[in-house]
């Protein structure tokens, strides 16, 4: 794994090459969505997001509302009172234009195998179609552990090309390894 290969600040040179990869892959998968749904992988698209958010909150016994470990009543009608703001979270993001597509949701250093300059996704059992940038957050968290205040600058700026690329559909020139691959 690129965990095993180096947790040190140049763990974001890989980055670098992984993520417009990455992207070019979420590209290609975009075009597949209604195929992917119609063979049961989940949905977490922006238009969902507030009808999963409600049945999240419905579901009392999981959240142990006033049980330790577990929510308070005060915590748990907080959350609830979220839902107007995310449903417009969930339209300001649809407004941006990014095609929803595969996200990894687990995309970290542990989930990628390196060979030489090959990178090989691994670990997909929490992937669905989703807006794609929600992979980023798993991935940002993990990487900026090892990360330096340069690397965290290279790796967002990285992040806000790959995201302008992808709202205009233009991921040419940005593929950073031949041989990533998705498994």
């Not at 892959?25 to 507030?50: K, N, Y």
Request: charged residues 20%.
């Amino acid at each position: 794994t690129l965990r095993s290969l180096d947790q040190t600040p140049r763990q974001i040179d890989h980055w670098l090459k992984i993520l417009p990869a990455y992207a070019e892959f979420q590209m290609e998968m975009a075009a597949h969505v209604p195929e992917m749904l119609a063979l049961g992988a989940p949905d977490r698209r922006l238009t969902m997001l507030p009808q999963l958010y409600i049945r999240l909150m419905d579901d009392t016994a999981n959240l142990r509302i006033g049980l330790e470990p577990g929510l308070t009543m005060n915590e748990f009608q907080r959350l609830k009172s979220l839902y107007p703001q995310i449903s417009s979270w969930c339209e300001e993001l649809a407004a941006m234009g990014l095609p929803e597509t595969l996200a990894h949701e687990e995309l970290h250093e542990n989930n990628v195998l390196c060979n030489g300059s090959r990178y090989i996704y691994t670990d997909c059992s929490d992937s669905s179609f989703a807006q794609p940038c929600f992979s980023m957050l798993v991935t940002i968290r993990a990487t900026l552990k090892q990360g330096t205040p340069d690397g965290e600058y290279r790796l967002n700026l990285t992040s806000i090309i790959i995201g302008t690329r992808l709202a205009s559909g233009d991921i040419s020139g940005g593929r950073g390894t031949p041989g990533t691959d998705y498994v």
